[in-house]
């Protein structure tokens, strides 16, 4: 499983746009790239997944380029609720037997400030 | 669809006892996971079950053990405490390995059970 590299905070204001980087250059074909959200004392949440170019959902985009030794994370105009853990993960998609082991690291504390 | 369940939330036992810690997954998901969280190591892979079978085991010692029943419950047990147990466990449930296009690795976690050893 590839290992990924995150700053270890951010701070921000509210109505900012806020875009976390991750570094991931041992990622393998079958990988997808992952993003959670962890608030203290709580699981994590899925927010976005992907494996090339660009995914949008309600919550966040996530660009990823050709080489997908890198995946930007940004969520636009965030609150002071946004303030949590973000975790950038890899790991193969593929059907069937395949293991579902996450290895998260050490994650990025964003603070998000009035 | 509810969410992947964890009982008890929070737990206090003392050094040398033992705990079983329990984890509902989403319904339809046979694939669940089980997390260490710490503060100083961070979240830790334990162990995942898929049909009632381990699949896969992090670096951890034969003190940590877990099952899968037939309905996908799982269950995690942990004998012998010790104080450096004391942690947020959290489990994870996922589709993976069901046949065709809704297996997913995306894996959704429930609120995590707050286990304090004394």
């Known amino acids: 499983l590839a290992k990924t590299t995150q700053p270890i905070s951010m701070d921000s204001y509210e109505g900012q746009e806020v875009n976390i980087t991750c570094s991931h250059n041992n990622i393998a074909t079958n990988d997808y790239i992952t993003w959670y959200q962890q608030f203290p004392s709580q699981g994590p949440r899925f927010i976005i997944q992907?494996?090339?170019t660009k995914v949008t959902n309600e919550v966040a985009s996530l660009f990823i380029p050709a080489d997908r030794k890198s995946s930007t994370l940004s969520l636009p105009r965030v609150s002071l609720s946004d303030t949590a853990v973000y975790y950038c993960?890899?790991?193969?998609?593929?059907?069937?037997?395949?293991?579902?082991?996450?290895?998260f690291g050490t994650g990025t504390l964003l603070a998000v400030q009035p | 669809k509810a969410g992947v369940t964890q009982t008890p939330r929070y737990l206090i036992k003392t050094r040398g006892q033992q705990v079983t810690l329990s984890c509902s997954p989403i319904s339809g998901h046979r694939s669940v996971s089980w997390y260490q969280q710490t503060p100083g190591q961070g979240l830790q892979f334990l162990f995942e079950y898929f049909s009632e079978t381990q699949r896969n085991k992090g670096n951890f010692p034969g003190r940590f053990s877990g099952r899968q029943f037939s309905n996908s419950r799982s269950e995690m047990n942990v004998s012998t405490l010790e104080l450096g147990d004391s942690a947020l466990y959290l489990c994870?449930?996922?589709?993976?390995?069901?046949?065709?296009?809704?297996?997913?690795?995306?894996?959704?976690f429930g609120p995590g059970t707050r286990l304090t050893v004394l």
């Open positions: 992907g494996y090339k």
């Open positions: 993960l890899v790991g193969d998609i593929g059907y069937g037997g395949a293991t579902n082991k996450l290895i």
């Open positions: 994870a449930s996922s589709s993976k390995g069901l046949a065709g296009p809704s297996s997913t690795d995306t894996q959704y």
